[in-house]
């Protein structure tokens, strides 16, 4: 089929988008390690995951064998609201580049939220309202998720509580104030409302927070208010489930022009949008019906997959949440507050982890700076100005559209662009007036961090 035939953006109907969310794990023969009993080192079974999180998601979190779970009408009509989202062909850049690649990218910035999240707030939104409860807890790190779940949150008529990491708190203002307008209550940290809180400022006094912490804290207010139960806007298996509606959306539009991408790439920081893009590719992959190269772009200052350490680990700071096994950096380990906010988590989704493991996707890490120079010349060349994280996926898009320029290969990219950066500009600041830096941890920091992971046998 000649390129001329694809358009720039392919949209789907309203009747195309996916009814059910595919669960990749049903296909993997090779099951994530099970989540565990940070005390007692056992699996953990439905009723110990009950009191933390909401019992519909428990389940679906569980469920390692139904292919595909049926998306409740109230979620579709809401994914209406803003979806399908375009999987847009960047002729533009194609261009700018002269390269023969063909480069796609599926946007999921087209709301207020600015990125993937909503996919999965709206579902965890409307389980906690169907069981009942008062409101939900969690946590946010560059603020997409706690927006995305306040939205969903107000939609619903739930409590929002959110945990927001300190440098994020102070650096985007704006954020925060999204949040407290759609209803949430945003609280920096760490904090002194929580005992997990007061600990953690205790050891590190003037700590600009991190992910794990603001989990920790999150948990621990879900656990002891009545009526309120934690939720977590990535790495769980049932967030890789929602942002399926990612991949499913992508694999339509690209079957409607017969396209078959040979590289998918998305960044990587809990694993949510990656695991969702890539889902239904990787479904045929694993069951040997076709074969993509699939890969995992993170950040070089927080490194989970690329210099990390497969094994057991806490998913939080304050070490109370279960166990998961995953590429970790170690759960004390704290980044360097790096502008990629939303990929400074220290592990890495579970279904991720075991499928890198088996040698089933690659992984590859970028610097700072030169993914704001991807970011720029993407603003610049196709018109959107792209959330840091996203922009870790433009930098190695470009990288392999560059290596086709030299070997004039015509192969098809296709990247998650997942959010917008218009809440990021201090970050955009700083590398328009050249302070930028790049933060690399020494193999010291990480050996010091790993050294601390949980014995488990
Ligand atoms: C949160 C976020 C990410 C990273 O999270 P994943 O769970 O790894 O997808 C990437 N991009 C944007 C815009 C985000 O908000």
């Given at each position: 089929?000649?390129?001329?035939?694809?358009?720039?953006?392919?949209y789907l109907t309203?009747?195309?988008?996916?009814?059910?969310?595919?669960n990749?794990?049903a296909?993997m023969?090779?099951?994530?390690a099970?989540?565990?009993?940070?005390?007692t080192?056992?699996p953990?079974?439905?009723?110990?995951?009950?009191?933390i999180?909401?019992?519909e998601l428990v389940?679906?979190?569980?469920d390692?064998?139904?292919?595909?779970?049926?998306i409740p009408?109230e979620?579709r009509n809401f994914?209406?609201?803003?979806?399908p989202?375009?999987?847009?062909?960047?002729?533009?850049?194609?261009?700018?580049l002269g390269t023969p690649?063909?480069?796609y990218?599926?946007?999921e910035?087209?709301?207020?939220?600015?990125?993937?999240?909503?996919?999965s707030a709206i579902?965890q939104?409307?389980?906690?309202k169907?069981q009942?409860?008062k409101?939900?807890t969690?946590?946010?790190?560059?603020g997409q998720w706690g927006t995305?779940?306040s939205?969903?949150?107000?939609?619903f008529g739930l409590?929002?509580?959110?945990y927001?990491v300190k440098?994020s708190?102070?650096?985007k203002?704006?954020?925060?104030?999204?949040?407290?307008t759609y209803?949430?209550?945003?609280?920096?940290?760490?904090?002194?409302?929580t005992?997990?809180?007061k600990?953690i400022?205790?050891?590190?006094?003037?700590t600009?927070?991190?992910?794990g912490c603001?989990i920790?804290?999150?948990?621990e207010?879900?656990?002891?208010?009545p009526?309120y139960r934690y939720?977590?806007?990535s790495?769980?298996?049932?967030?890789?489930?929602?942002q399926?509606?990612i991949g499913l959306e992508?694999?339509?539009?690209l079957?409607?022009y017969?396209?078959k991408p040979?590289i998918?790439i998305?960044c990587?920081g809990?694993?949510s949008?990656l695991?969702g893009?890539?889902?239904p590719?990787?479904?045929e992959k694993?069951?040997?019906?076709?074969?993509?190269?699939?890969?995992?772009v993170?950040?070089a200052?927080c490194?989970?997959?690329?210099r990390?350490t497969?094994a057991?680990?806490?998913c939080?700071t304050g070490?109370?949440c279960?166990?998961?096994?995953m590429?970790?950096?170690?759960s004390s380990?704290?980044?360097?507050a790096?502008h990629?906010g939303g990929l400074?988590f220290?592990?890495?989704s579970t279904?991720?982890?075991?499928?890198?493991?088996?040698?089933f996707m690659e992984a590859?890490?970028?610097?700072?700076t030169?993914?704001?120079?991807?970011?720029?010349m993407?603003?610049?060349?196709?018109g959107?100005l792209p959330?840091p994280?996203s922009s870790?996926?433009?930098?190695?898009a470009?990288?392999?559209?560059?290596?086709c320029?030299?070997t004039g290969?015509?192969?098809?990219?296709?990247?998650?662009?997942?959010g917008?950066?218009?809440?990021?500009?201090?970050?955009?600041q700083?590398?328009?007036?050249?302070?930028?830096?790049?933060?690399i941890?020494?193999d010291?920091e990480?050996?010091a961090?790993?050294?601390k992971l949980?014995?488990?046998?």
């Open positions: 089929m000649s390129t001329k035939e694809v358009p720039y953006k392919i309203e009747d195309e988008m996916p009814k059910a969310w595919y990749l794990r296909d023969k090779v099951k994530p099970p989540l565990m009993h940070p005390g080192h056992q953990l079974k439905a009723e110990e995951l009950t009191p999180f909401c019992d389940q679906q979190e569980l390692e064998t139904t292919p595909f779970i049926e009408e979620i994914y209406k609201m803003y979806r989202s375009p999987l847009v062909r960047a002729y533009c850049l194609e261009q700018k690649a063909k480069i990218y599926k946007f910035g087209n709301n207020t939220s600015g990125s993937h999240k909503l996919n579902a939104a409307y389980y906690a169907k009942g409860l409101g939900v969690t946590e946010t790190g560059a995305a779940l939205m969903a949150c107000a939609y409590d929002c509580k959110v927001m440098v708190y102070e650096q203002p704006f954020r925060r104030e999204v949040m407290r209803g949430a209550s945003v609280v920096p940290s760490p904090s002194e409302t005992e997990v809180g600990k400022l205790a050891e590190h006094p003037g600009t927070g991190s992910l603001a920790s804290e999150a948990v207010v879900a656990t002891k208010n009526g939720v977590l806007g790495v769980l298996n049932q967030v890789l489930l929602h399926s509606v992508t694999k339509t539009a079957d409607k017969g396209i040979d998918i998305g990587a809990g694993g949008n695991g893009l890539i889902a590719f990787m479904g694993l069951r040997g019906e076709a074969d993509y190269r699939i890969i995992a993170e950040p200052s490194p989970s997959f690329t990390g497969f057991y680990d806490f939080d070490m109370i279960p166990l998961a096994k590429y970790t950096l170690g380990f704290i980044p360097s790096n990629a400074r220290h592990g890495m279904t991720l982890s075991q499928l890198y493991h088996d040698g590859t890490s970028v610097e700072q030169s993914v704001f120079e991807a970011a720029e993407f603003a610049r060349i196709e959107i959330a994280e870790h996926a433009i930098r190695v470009i990288d392999e559209a560059l290596k320029k030299e290969e015509e192969k098809t990219i296709v990247f998650g662009l997942t917008t950066g218009y809440f990021d500009l201090v970050a955009y700083k590398y328009n007036d050249g302070e930028m830096s790049d933060y941890p020494t010291e990480i050996a961090s790993v050294a949980p014995k488990v046998d």
